[in-house]
């Protein structure tokens, strides 16, 4: 059977890397799961076993939205907080500070600031308008 630990340990080594593998646990009498692995850009690892590779992928994504939502400066989540609109150049910058390639980040000056919020808030776990 294919597998993506040696030892208990995970041989998802590289940063940005995914590796999931189908399953079949003891304990459940034969259902399959997938086995999800994903290692961080910092190095951190996100792992869950869940019965279909979607249901991992959410999880990776929640785990990542929280994760991303904790690098917000102190400035940026206050005023999510009450509500206020953020200015195309703050969302770029936070974004950036994530993803230092992403188009947003970039050409924040040049891309819509519905483009910039959709992705801004997909990536930080946001909901703002």
């Keep these: 059977m294919e597998s ?16 999931y593998v189908k399953c079949v646990l003891d304990a459940f009498r034969g259902t399959e799961y997938f086995q999800y692995d994903y290692r961080h850009t910092d190095g951190e ?5 869940a019965k279909t590779l979607e249901e991992c992928c ?15 400066s102190t400035s940026v ?12 150049d703050e969302m770029g910058y936070e974004i950036g500070k994530i ?3 992403h188009a947003a980040a970039l050409y924040w000056d040049y891309l819509k600031r519905d483009e910039i919020r959709d992705v801004f808030n997909r990536i930080f776990g946001t909901s703002i308008a």
Excluded at 10 to 17: A, D, L, N
Excluded at 45 to 49: A, G, P
Aim: charged share 45%.
């Design 4 to 19: 993506i630990t040696k030892n208990g340990v995970s041989t998802t080594t590289e940063k940005g890397q995914e590796k």
């Design 45 to 49: 690892l996100f792992s869950t076993v």
């Design 58 to 72: 959410r999880r990776r994504d929640e785990w990542l939205q929280k994760k991303n939502r904790k690098a917000l």
């Design 77 to 88: 989540l206050k005023r999510i907080e009450e509500k206020k609109r953020l200015t195309k």
């Design 99 to 101: 993803d230092p390639y």
